[in-house]
């Protein structure tokens, strides 16, 4: 047992939540370790995210219907006020704007990812040709964060550290 080597510092001990056996070397006993300390680690971030994964694949499974992915059938089900939690890749690449129409008073909201962020039809409107203005222009995620609580929703970060998230 890894707690009663010599090699393993003293100063540790206290820090131990459990001890588990596990049956792997590497990734797959790390993991393994891991659902079997579940109890112990349930405030654990990791833990946290498989349990959310977890569900989300049954209701998946289950065709509940409960389930929407994708940036824009997300979001048309926030706007809806039909989300109760979303899971929000931590990393998404896909920019907010607010686009401004000056010679019609009108405002458009686009999610772009990289490449669409280069097409010109988001910035110039067809019918007449002028450049449309960009009102605000922020991350997904961050303008998420700021506005969620307004939606009545509970957010749950996934990464693309664990297994399970990516």
Same mark, same amino acid.
């Given at each position: 047992? &890894?707690?009663?080597?010599?090699?393993? /510092?003293?100063?540790? @001990?206290?820090?131990?939540?459990?001890?588990?056996?596990v049956?792997?070397?590497?990734?797959?006993?790390?993991? $393994?370790?891991? +659902?079997?300390a579940? /109890?112990?680690l349930?405030? #654990?971030?990791?833990? $946290? *995210?498989? @349990?959310?994964?977890?569900?989300?694949?049954?209701?998946?499974s289950?065709? +509940?219907?409960? %389930?929407?992915?994708? #940036?824009?059938?997300?979001?048309?089900?926030?706007? &809806? !006020?039909?989300?109760? +939690?979303m899971? &929000?890749?931590?990393?998404?690449?896909?920019m907010?704007?607010?686009? @401004?129409?000056? #010679?019609?008073?009108?405002?458009?909201?686009?999610?772009l990812?990289?490449?669409?962020?280069? /097409?010109?039809?988001?910035? @110039?409107?067809?019918?007449? !040709?002028?450049?449309?203005?960009v009102?605000?222009?922020?991350?997904?995620?961050?303008?998420?964060? &700021?506005?969620?609580?307004?939606?009545?929703?509970? %957010? *749950?970060f996934? +990464?693309?550290?664990?297994? /399970?998230?990516?």
């Amino acid at each position: 047992m &890894l707690q009663q080597s010599d090699h393993f /510092d003293a100063r540790l @001990k206290p820090l131990i939540l459990c001890t588990v056996d596990v049956s792997y070397g590497g990734d797959q006993g790390f993991s $393994q370790a891991i +659902t079997l300390a579940e /109890d112990s680690l349930s405030n #654990v971030k990791f833990v $946290q *995210e498989k @349990k959310v994964i977890n569900k989300f694949f049954e209701n998946i499974s289950l065709d +509940t219907g409960m %389930i929407v992915f994708g #940036v824009d059938d997300t979001m048309k089900a926030l706007e &809806l !006020g039909a989300l109760d +939690t979303m899971m &929000l890749f931590d990393n998404i690449e896909v920019m907010r704007y607010e686009i @401004k129409n000056p #010679v019609k008073n009108e405002t458009k909201v686009f999610l772009l990812n990289a490449t669409q962020e280069q /097409d010109p039809k988001y910035f @110039k409107d067809a019918e007449t !040709g002028v450049d449309l203005e960009v009102v605000s222009c922020e991350s997904l995620a961050d303008w998420i964060c &700021l506005n969620y609580r307004s939606y009545g929703i509970n %957010i *749950e970060f996934i +990464t693309d550290k664990s297994p /399970d998230g990516f």
